[in-house]
């Protein structure tokens, strides 16, 4: 029998983005908070001081703030017929453990959804045709809008002290901006990032094509100082070039540190628990409700932490697998496409381009991690699709988040692979290059999917999350689009060489691609179709809540961030204007 | 940065200091590899001492930094610094990886974190998988050299009746193509996967922070002109393609 803590109001598993938020939030309630975190405390100083930071074998190749796989990781396979094999090193996503989750060794890209993108069926099928849309596709509306979100996400932007160009101001288009994005509400709170030649050049050429580049948004702070409207301060960026990866030495990368968790900590009705690890939420016997959650300490002992609400913010995949182990909602089954947790598992689709230039310097390691210049011609529905077979789209960004020697030295394709004349070739083409990025969207497919492995399990006993996933043909035709679009503008660039990096097909576990996962308690209107409501409340047990990406039905051709931000600040907006009236009802 | 609390800032006594640490790593294990190195070239030519903040030149034997080895041993050791004397030569452009101190560099790695798999998932059963699902062997990088050297040799002395160590550079490098293509049997180990875990971790000597005590003098970010931890680097953003030429600093330099 785990031993039994004195009862709170809340309990928030995992501290890192949303679980920081959703602690900041509620800090003017007076309800008595308990955050668990399963990874160690830490704080700007003294955990990224630099030099220590800027270490790139300890924190970036060692990865030692990503989760420690001995521990907890997942199985994978590509479809039903394989046998699903646990992920033993880390390779194509990097969750976060420890406080601040992967808030702390995120790039800070701060990109808001297009408005079509959260009618991705009703939108698509309305402009193409029903039949347009391969029907092993589960794509979803969300069941919320663009307007319905906007205020959280400038909300979200202020906070963080994101930097860019307002491309579209009220509904009036302007210049130097996204033309395509959605009516924002104000300018951003900073002017954007400064640019390295690389981005520049790539701009220009692109701007002489008849597109219209403009500054990645960046939470990587552009001015010397800046106060969120907590009055919590951050500090210059420096384009130290150790951004994502690391944690930030000045205060500049929009963290849970220098932004929410602050005012979370000063208020005395909260508590933090770090190295506490949540293995189950406890349900009554009719699973209607929940009665805490169950963890163990550092010290491995079980103790049982009773509360009223339960919010899940425990990072995609760990949100899914602890409802699945702990028994919310009904299991999604592929054969029958029936169940909703674990449904509509989905990535991101990248690939990248690198143009070489013999005889310039990028000096891309002073980059920073959402350094780059974007367009976005070819994202979502921002172009007509009828020719091209398929639906969605991405950014193409032309970024330099950094040179740093062991992973950031890109050769051109037939370079020896060691020896003198690898020696030569780095030596040569060391920093002649810079990434052209296509960041393509994903689109849910039935067979994609996650449930518990049968026969893998972690530290705790408990099972592993098992992942069944392969590129939709939807998503591999839109990434040779992107691609043809990209290497046409590099040409123009008439780089000395040119190379296309495509990760493989069938999907695979092993290069780093993006830790975009998304979906598998996806938000919605009926509760046949999905996990959670557009408050993100369980429609299964309903004073649990469950934040982060798990929520997207599919994923967009953006970084998730400050979306899954403006759905959680939304969710707590609705938990204290409404369900705390009538508690344990769905909003 | 000289981290010797005895003399701060003196360069004579800096490398006094030097000379005697190489002298006592000889005492400890005669054996090793650098510690002979140490005793042949540096006596005879006190120039080939490398000044601190200095990379080493080809020939230079790289002193600072703890010697003697922690995990391997002397075959192996051998083996291994002849190996990455072929994946990463001295030559004009500067050091190559043994000049950089690669082979003190892994022998930490493989004794430390690392070597143990300490952050991967090592639970059964095991099955081979398909590619698209990676890494599935059941052995710790330390294993796998341990395993991989002494099968490689048991090859070598087979095929050619001479352990690695002692073919010709030419041989060297056959043998470390057929290795990279995964087509020597080592004891059931992938010899792919051997190599490249090794020759990952040799690069990871040349190019991390000498804090590890591989990448000496930085040399390999000076080959690279790489700035290290510099943190304030805005001026740099400026630039229309011409190189920033700024001192590159480290941690453990
Ligand atoms: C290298 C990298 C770069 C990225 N760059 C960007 C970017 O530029 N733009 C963008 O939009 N997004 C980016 N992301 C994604 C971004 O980091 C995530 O979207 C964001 O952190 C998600 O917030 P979260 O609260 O859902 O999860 P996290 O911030 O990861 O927090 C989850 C926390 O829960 C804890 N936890 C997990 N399981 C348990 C348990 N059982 N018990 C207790 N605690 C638990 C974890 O330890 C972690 O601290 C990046 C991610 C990575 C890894
Ligand atoms: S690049 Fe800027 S924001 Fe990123 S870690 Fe360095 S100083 Fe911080």
């Known amino acids: 029998m785990p031993r039994h803590m004195p009862h709170v109001d809340v309990v928030i598993v995992g501290m890192g983005w949303t679980g920081a938020i959703a602690a900041r939030e509620l800090a003017d309630t007076g309800l008595r908070i308990v955050g668990l975190e399963r990874g160690p405390y830490r704080d700007t100083i003294p955990n990224f001081a630099v030099p220590n930071t800027m270490d790139e074998l300890r924190w970036s190749v060692r990865g030692e703030m990503f989760q420690n796989l001995s521990r907890e990781t997942v199985t994978f396979r590509n479809h039903l017929k394989q046998t699903a094999l646990p992920m033993r090193r880390l390779g194509a996503f990097l969750p976060g453990e420890g406080l601040g989750g992967a808030g702390v060794h995120w790039n800070g890209q701060h990109w808001r959804f297009l408005p079509t993108d959260f009618q991705m069926r009703s939108h698509n099928e309305a402009r193409y045709g029903k039949k347009a849309i391969d029907p092993e596709l589960t794509i979803q509306d969300w069941g919320v809008t663009y307007d319905e979100l906007e205020p959280y996400y400038d909300k979200f932007e202020y906070v963080c002290g994101t930097s860019g160009q307002a491309g579209n101001l009220k509904g009036a288009i302007r210049e130097g901006g996204n033309p395509f994005e959605g009516p924002r509400s104000r300018e951003y709170p900073c002017p954007p990032l400064k640019q390295s030649y690389g981005p520049r050049q790539f701009a220009e050429t692109a701007r002489g094509m008849g597109y219209k580049p403009f500054p990645q948004p960046a939470s990587n702070m552009s001015q010397d100082s800046y106060t969120n409207p907590d009055g919590v301060q951050m500090g210059p960026c420096t384009y130290c070039g150790f951004c994502e990866r690391f944690g930030c030495y000045n205060w500049s990368k929009a963290s849970p540190f220098n932004t929410v968790l602050p005012i979370a900590l000063k208020n005395p009705n909260f508590e933090l628990r770090c190295d506490s690890h949540v293995t189950r939420v406890e349900l009554t016997p009719d699973r209607k409700s929940a009665r805490g959650v169950t963890y163990v300490d550092a010290a491995g002992q079980a103790l049982f932490q009773p509360a009223d609400l339960v919010l899940l913010c425990a990072f995609q995949f760990h949100n899914v697998r602890l409802m699945l182990a702990s028994g919310i909602g009904p299991g999604y089954d592929p054969r029958t496409a029936k169940g909703t947790v674990g449904k509509n598992f989905t990535y991101q689709t990248i690939a990248y381009t690198y143009p070489f230039f013999a005889n310039k310097r990028m000096n891309g390691y002073a980059g920073a991690g959402a350094m780059g210049m974007t367009l976005d011609e070819f994202n979502g529905d921002n172009f007509d699709h009828g020719p091209h077979g398929f639906i969605g789209g991405g950014y193409i960004l032309a970024q330099t988040t950094g040179a740093r020697p062991i992973q950031q030295s890109t050769l051109p394709d037939g370079s020896p692979s060691w020896g003198s004349g690898w020696k030569r070739a780095l030596h040569d083409w060391y920093d002649r290059s810079f990434t052209i990025q296509a960041h393509g969207g994903s689109t849910a497919h039935r067979a994609n999917y996650i449930d518990l492995d049968p026969t893998y399990r972690d530290a705790f006993g408990v099972p592993l999350a098992r992942i069944t996933f392969d590129f939709p043909q939807n998503d591999l035709k839109m990434r040779q689009f992107l691609v043809d679009k990209s290497v046409e503008i590099a040409k123009a660039m008439r780089p000395d060489h040119l190379k296309v990096s495509l990760p493989p097909v069938p999907f695979s576990i092993v290069p780093y691609q993006t830790t975009h996962i998304v979906g598998g308690a996806i938000m919605g209107v009926d509760r046949n179709t999905s996990a959670v409501t557009t408050h993100l409340q369980s429609w299964d047990v309903p004073n649990v809540f469950v934040h982060g990406a798990s929520a997207f039905p599919q994923n967009a051709g953006y970084n998730p961030t400050n979306t899954l931000a403006a759905l959680s600040y939304r969710s707590i907006e609705a938990i204290k204007s409404k369900y705390l009236q009538n508690p344990g009802t769905l909003i | ?253």
């Open chain 2, 1 to 253: 940065m000289t981290r010797d609390p005895d003399h701060p800032a003196g360069r004579a006594s800096r490398r006094g200091f030097l000379i005697g640490g190489a002298a006592s790593a000889l005492a400890l294990d005669a054996g090793t590899v650098e510690a002979q190195q140490a005793t042949s070239v540096a006596p005879q030519r006190p120039d080939a001492v490398v000044p601190p903040g200095c990379p080493p030149q080809p020939g230079q034997v790289p002193t600072r930094g703890p010697q003697g080895y922690r995990f391997l041993t002397n075959p192996e050791v051998e083996t291994l610094t002849a190996m990455a004397d072929r994946l990463i030569p001295a030559d004009d452009l500067g050091p190559g990886a043994v000049e950089a101190g690669v082979v003190t560099f892994i022998d930490r790695e493989l004794g430390g974190q690392f070597g143990a798999a300490a952050r991967w998932y090592m639970a059964g059963p095991w099955a081979e998988g398909a590619p698209s699902q990676g890494w599935q062997l059941a052995l710790t990088p330390a294993q796998i050299y341990r395993i991989g050297f002494l099968a490689l040799d048991r090859w070598c002395l087979g095929v050619n009746g001479k352990r690695f160590v002692d073919l010709g550079p030419a041989d060297q490098d056959a043998v470390l193509t057929l290795l990279e293509q995964g087509k020597i049997d080592l004891d059931g180990v992938s010899s792919a996967a051997f190599f490249q875990l090794v020759w990952q971790n040799v690069v990871e000597g040349y190019l991390a922070d000498p804090v590890y005590d591989g990448n000496r003098g930085m040399a390999g970010w000076r080959l690279l002109n790489f700035p290290g931890t510099n943190p304030a680097l805005t001026e740099a953003v400026a630039l229309n393609g011409e190189v920033y030429r700024i001192d590159p600093v480290s941690i453990g330099a």
